[in-house]
């Protein structure tokens, strides 16, 4: 089956199971040459998007939210087909994209602006007025394949909030979902010209980035990616969800039962394609062995494979390739000393959940994001040397720390530097209303549907002088 949304596509693009290798769909592939052709459609769909009462935009967004629940269980099999991921955590992804469309909803209505005290201010005693939150025009999202629902909701939502027409870009290897979602938002009754998706490759990507028309860029992805969508795009507002090599620190005073429960779910989610995902495990010295012990042996018996299973916990990588780079990172960390604990273990793109220690610094393992089913532990003898390994890496999103001292874990929240901090939880939870995204290299905007809307939107004044008017009332003197 071909699914598409683009009127301007003229090949197709195979989508295919990464856990069998077979064709799950296809769809329509646009190119670069019809750049063009993709914005006037644009910008058609911002003129209608503009002129959306709010009323109107929060009914299609819960309208399309209430699809996408009726639907739950066709939504999750489609993720779990064209993403690899187990059907569990595909239902629970499909129960987030509800949540975030309503969020979306809920800015619609809600944030319009703000009455301004002018009159706060010596010298603007006669005036009043408020500003309004306007549409920015066209917004152009890049999505990615590991959560190739919600995180296309994450865009799309805030975006039809705020008034904005979209041109949506989405993963070429999970592109169905967010198709599906388009649809859901049409059927809704979304003005079709508002969203024009196109999938194609990086040609494409790069004509879009630089269209002067488009007026924000918003990207979920990539280092590499992100730097040429930097350098390519001009004079535009970027927002930026790039990777993260997670930390968490377990001290000794922590409820180890809960920290290795927690842990191992944060560092095998979505086989460890996320990009909060639990990398680097750092764990006070003297109850490290024991955490060790107890975080391999739940990691052993996590059943990794066909992800339409019930019982299984880790699906495959999105492919082959993906699991090669894998398994040849960890080659690499071995090279240079580190031990395997358990995992290391590939079959197609079925890469076992993989824990490590005694990893040198030098390892790209340790010092990158591996964006896999693999977890690095090391321990610690002072919480300072902790917060030290935590912030050593150059880029951060979230973090972790289980303690059961508050002072400590504020402590932590203060000095860890990271978009998030997650006390007694792994670094990969997150509540699609709170803010979200990254502290140093490559930091630039947030995601969270309130943060998100604002970004995508901008302030517009007005300020009347009563005196002004109060005389053109009473006529001239």
């Not at 932590?412 to 509540?431: H, L, P, T, W």
Request: proline share 5%.
């Amino acid at each position: 089956m071909v699914n598409s949304i683009s009127p301007f596509a003229t090949t197709d693009i195979t989508v295919r199971n990464p856990f069998s290798g077979l064709p799950v769909g296809a769809v329509a592939q646009t190119s670069a040459a019809d750049t063009g052709m993709l914005l006037d459609r644009a910008r058609r769909g911002a003129i209608l998007a503009r002129d959306l009462p709010r009323h109107r935009r929060a009914e299609i967004l819960e309208n399309a939210a209430d699809r996408i629940r009726s639907d739950l269980e066709v939504h999750a099999r489609r993720i779990t087909a064209e993403a690899g991921k187990t059907i569990r955590q595909a239902r629970k992804e499909v129960r987030r994209c509800v949540n975030t469309l309503k969020l979306s909803a809920e800015e619609a209505r809600r944030n319009a602006g703000e009455v301004v005290p002018f009159d706060a201010y010596a010298g603007s005693e006669s005036r009043m007025g408020w500003f309004s939150r306007e549409p920015l025009g066209i917004i152009l999202a890049i999505t990615p394949f590991n959560d190739p629902l919600n995180l296309v909701a994450h865009k799309l939502g805030p975006a039809i909030a705020g008034g904005n027409a979209v041109l949506l870009k989405p993963s070429e290897l999970a592109p169905l979902s967010a198709l599906s979602l388009v649809q859901a938002l049409i059927d809704a009754g979304l003005p079709d010209e508002v969203v024009t998706t196109a999938v194609g490759g990086a040609d494409l990507g790069a004509a879009l980035v630089a269209a002067r028309e488009v007026r924000m860029v918003s990207f979920t992805g990539g280092f590499r990616t992100g730097e040429a969508i930097a350098r390519g795009a001009g004079l535009k507002k970027l927002a930026m969800d790039l990777g993260g090599n997670a930390p968490v620190i377990v001290m000794a005073d922590a409820d180890l039962d809960h920290a290795v429960e927690a842990s191992v779910s944060g560092a095998f989610w979505a086989a460890g394609q996320n990009c909060i995902g639990t990398q680097r495990i750092l764990v006070e010295r003297q109850v490290y062995d024991t955490f060790r012990d107890r975080f391999v042996a739940r990691t052993a018996r996590l059943v990794a494979g066909d992800p339409l299973l019930e019982t299984t916990d880790v699906g495959p990588m999105i492919s082959d390739v993906a699991a090669e780079r894998a398994e040849a990172a960890v080659d690499a960390a071995l090279a240079l000393g580190a031990r395997v604990l358990t995992g290391h273990r590939r079959e197609g793109a079925v890469y076992a959940p993989t824990v490590l220690e005694n990893v040198p610094h030098e390892a790209a393992i340790w010092s990158e994001e591996a964006f896999a089913p693999i977890v690095t532990l090391e321990p610690f003898d002072s919480f300072d040397a902790a917060i030290e390994m935590a912030n050593a890496i150059d880029f951060s999103l979230h973090a972790g720390i289980f303690t059961s001292d508050l002072g400590l874990a504020l402590d932590a929240a203060r000095r860890i530097e990271a978009g998030g901090v997650m006390v007694n939880d792994s670094s990969d939870y997150r509540f699609d209303a709170m803010p979200f995204g990254g502290f140093k290299h490559g930091s630039m905007g947030r995601e969270g549907v309130r943060f998100a809307y604002e970004d995508m939107t901008q302030p517009k004044v007005v300020c009347i002088d009563r005196a002004v008017a109060g005389r053109h009332r009473r006529g001239p003197a």
